[in-house]
């Protein structure tokens, strides 16, 4: 079906609202904006739906959503489930969107659970199994910018769903008609007793299993800290488990405190990016506060800056907070003597190797797995099965996630938040701050820096795009990195070293390594450096060195 011909259908079949069909009218008239809006159906898969807001089927509006459901139905009801829960950030038509999401789930005589007001993605994951659900929907696109809105989809294990199970409700969304898919409106849903409220005593339970995360919970140094959630969905979450940590005063970043979806200053609220943290920073001057912490729009992630020594704020990379926790929690359970036998903390393959440094000195085992948080829930599941969930020590990806305790299957925030303000604390009983640990972390341990390059995908269809630079990279691969030679040469789409297929390639050498993969939340093909050196400044030089290459390889 063409373009055109899907617009038309918008235009004039009955089951569109007259404001959206009139809307796809104007779109049919104007050939670039045709292409862009109705060009494609939004495509689903493991991370759910993802895309810019307005009409369209390449776009998140309630008929978009209303299909999507009516597919996740059907898959939920073949496996024999009947309960959903759901949930949603403060982005534009998220609310709209998870009521649309709960009416066509109700509509095909399956339960809805829902919360009253805007939580946080690792609530979702949470209440999933608190629940008992057979499935999950946070409607939120996490960290893109205002325009965008999504829709993941998690399984009953609390992770985000597999490719496999993505796969069969695309299946299933595929044979969904617009004109079939209708949905009750939310009186209606709570008429028919299909439509329920998550219970606060849900939210209780999340905190209290959080708050037992803590690695130091005796130590009540004053720490002052500046919050902000960027506008989203983190504020009532992280303020209630800070204000449970004596000693921690919170300053909030005034301007991004309420929920907007406008995020106005904030364009990209990605607490990975630096300019994402200066208004907090400003706000941490000028108040005293010798921290920031920031969670994204549905508070799985967070960024963190430390003040140093001369009053300036330095932004830990993703793959140095998720350091300092592990070295921190494994060193608490050492200290405490509740280290489990056979302990194992996970990561990403494209997360610091440095984690093998620590895991080594505490005689621990780090397992590897693909990008993508889901990859590290899916492994506690595992030892769960085996009886051996306590082996799990914590869980973290480069990419600002982090995770300890099991009661959640997804990067969580809130959590992280916590045991960052307590990790400060434990520094600050010592006359430090978390700059002196990371820099104590890098004598014991080695010089490793990494890198993150994105390279931005345009164009009508920038999937497209980056299948094809993946495609040369995989037929004209690069022989050297850094000036030399490249000895190592991985591709992971046929699925190796145990691990599931994946658009990835890795090119390494002595001098360091390169991971090159597509987004899969975004337009954007990503390359992940790091190098080791004596000191920083050599594995720095190494890493200016790598970039010009990989620059050169992805000349997009």
């Keep these: ?149 999504g829709y993941k989809v998690y399984g009953a294990d609390g992770c985000q769903i597999t490719q496999e199970a993505a796969q069969a409700i695309t299946e299933k969304i595929e044979k969904q008609q617009y004109k079939d898919v209708s949905w009750y409106t939310p009186e209606e ?172 000195a505490y005689d621990i085992t780090v397992k590897e797995t693909l990008t993508g948080f889901k990859y590290i829930g899916e492994e506690i599941g595992r030892l769960e099965k085996a009886g051996r969930a306590d082996a799990y020590l914590f869980g973290f990806e480069e990419s600002c996630g982090y995770l300890a305790g099991t009661h959640v299957r997804d990067k969580d925030g809130v959590l992280a938040a916590m045991l960052v303000c307590e990790l400060a604390q434990y520094a600050a009983s010592q006359g430090k701050t978390l700059l002196h640990l990371r820099d104590e972390l890098y004598r014991k341990y080695g010089y490793l820096e990494t890198r993150l390059l994105n390279f931005d995908i345009t164009g009508v269809d920038p999937m497209a795009v980056m299948r094809v630079s993946m495609e040369k990279l995989r037929s004209q691969p690069p022989e050297t990195l850094a000036g030399q030679s490249i000895t190592i040469k991985k591709d992971y789409l046929s699925g190796i070293e145990g691990l599931p297929a994946s658009d990835v390639l890795t090119f390494a050498n002595a001098c360091g390594k390169a991971i090159i993969r597509p987004s899969g939340t975004e337009p954007k093909v990503k390359a992940y450096l790091s190098a080791q050196g004596k000191t920083a400044q050599e594995a720095v030089q190494a890493l200016d060195r790598m970039e010009k290459d990989v620059r050169g390889w992805l000349a997009l």
Aim: proline share 6%; charged share 20%; net charge negative.
């Design 189 to 360: 849903a709570r008429a028919k007793q299909m439509l329920t409220a998550i219970p606060q005593a849900v939210q209780e339970r999340y905190y209290a299993l959080t708050l037992a995360c803590r690695v130091h919970p005796d130590t009540h140094t004053p720490v002052k800290v500046c919050y902000t959630p960027l506008n989203g969905a983190g504020l009532v979450p992280v303020r209630t488990i800070l204000a449970a940590m004596p000693g921690i005063t919170v300053v909030e970043v005034q301007a991004q405190t309420a929920p907007d979806g406008d995020f106005p200053t904030c364009p990209k609220p990605n607490p990975e990016l630096k300019p994402t943290l200066t208004l907090a920073i400003e706000t941490a001057k000028a108040s005293g506060a010798e921290l920031v912490v920031a969670t994204d729009p549905d508070s799985d992630r967070l960024g963190v800056a430390v003040q140093n020594d001369t009053g300036d704020f330095i932004i830990l990379t993703g793959n140095e907070v998720g350091l300092l926790l592990l070295e921190s929690i494994v060193a608490g359970r050492k200290e405490s003597g509740t280290m489990p036998e056979k302990a194992e903390a996970v990561k990403t393959i494209v997360t610091s190797d440095l984690a093998f440094a620590i895991a080594k």
């Design 1 to 149: 079906m063409t373009a055109q011909e899907r617009a038309q259908i918008w235009a004039t079949c009955p089951c569109f609202d007259k404001t959206i069909s009139k809307e796809a009218e104007r779109i049919a008239k104007n050939p670039n904006e045709l292409e862009r809006a109705f060009g494609h159906e939004l495509q689903f898969g493991t991370g759910g739906l993802r895309g810019v807001l307005g009409v369209g089927t390449n776009r998140m509006n309630p008929y978009t959503v209303a299909k999507a459901t009516a597919g996740l139905a059907a898959y939920v009801l073949e496996t024999g489930g009947k309960r959903v829960a759901i949930s949603y950030d403060s982005r534009h038509g998220s609310r709209e969107f998870a009521l649309v999401t709960a009416g066509v789930l109700a509509k095909h005589g399956i339960h809805a659970d829902l919360f009253d007001t805007l939580m946080p993605t690792p609530m979702l994951s949470f209440a999933v199994r608190e629940l008992n659900a057979d499935a999950g929907v946070m409607v939120t696109a996490s960290h893109n910018p205002a325009e965008y809105n």
